[in-house]
């Protein structure tokens, strides 16, 4: 098994900002009142949400492991079945970019479920750390915990989200 997963990162961060964009528009279209309901149930505001450029994605979509740039070595989470055929699923869910001066690093997929689990996109770089480093930090579980944190914090703490 490869130790990194990206073959080739510029052709990841091509692919993943192309889906961070699509998603965050569908957050955003029409009929998509679940998605924003299910955010605003989390305490996440509106404005929140737009600067942290969440997004929603309907439908889980197969993806190839080496179009997004990935080695077919790479470990995939919660089984291995379609590493065997090169593929990944993005599945169903809210997605959160990290974005880091305005560099893509980490894609993270939440299910609209508050006690399910985030899918780390492969390739994503770790730990996701929000607001000034310089700031004292606070790490915490679930992503969820960390935005609610980060929102009413952002100019006094570091937040450090582990899913």
């Known amino acids: 098994m490869s130790a990194d997963p990206l073959k080739d990162p510029v052709l990841w961060k091509q692919k993943a900002r192309s889906f961070v964009t699509r998603s965050h528009h569908h957050l955003w279209g029409k009929n ?8 605003f149930q989390q305490d996440l505001t509106n404005q929140f949400v737009k600067q942290m450029h969440l997004g929603w994605n309907k439908h889980g979509q197969e993806r190839t492991l080496e179009k997004w740039g990935l080695d077919n070595h790479t470990k995939m989470q919660p089984t291995d079945n379609d590493r065997q055929k090169g593929l990944f699923i993005l599945p169903p869910g809210i997605v959160f970019p990290y974005i880091v001066e305005k560099e893509l690093m980490a894609l993270w997929i939440h299910p609209l479920d508050p006690s399910g689990s985030a899918f780390i996109v492969p390739g994503s770089a770790m730990p996701i750390r929000l607001g000034n480093q310089k700031n004292p930090i606070k790490v915490v579980d679930g ?21």
């Open 32 to 39: 998509n009142e679940d998605p924003q309901v299910f955010l």
């Open 143 to 163: 992503l969820f915990n960390g935005l609610r944190l980060f929102q009413k914090n952002q100019e006094s703490l570091c937040v450090e989200i582990h899913a």
